[in-house]
């Protein structure tokens, strides 16, 4: 049996462009997201993960420690960490439609607020911080492996 179909590593390694879809609605544009099976992004959650367990380590010690605004911001700062280290990329479309039908599809670049977003950081923390909605989405692609399957070799 060849198992290579199930390989999830390369491609979570490499991100999938991913039409993102937010309130029930396909956008148009793409994000490339990376998979929780992606280096980078396992690198992420081990030290995410060592901060909390030092953090709840201390707290075990003292039971008179408790989680100060510093620890709170960091946490939050965290999540959004989480998000970021698993895009990639981002493209924008123009598209036609005539009726719920695809007639044609120009590149675009994305705009938010009057500024276009670019390949960085920066401009992805811009639109997750504007559009909450698309850390779900970003994590709930990330999240399900079947996104980064490798197609069976031919051999």
Known sequence: MDLTQLITQDNSDNGVWTPVVIYGKQQDFDLLILGDDADVVQKHERKAMKKMKKVMGDV???????????????????????VLVRIAGIRGWKIERKGTKEISRESEPVILCG?????DITSYKNLITRIPAIREFVLKVSRDRTNFLSKPSGN
């Open 115 to 119: 500024e276009e977003l670019k390949d």
């Open 60 to 82: 075990m010690k003292n039971k008179d420690i408790d989680f100060d605004d510093d620890t709170l911001d960091e946490a939050a700062d965290n999540a959004i960490e989480s």
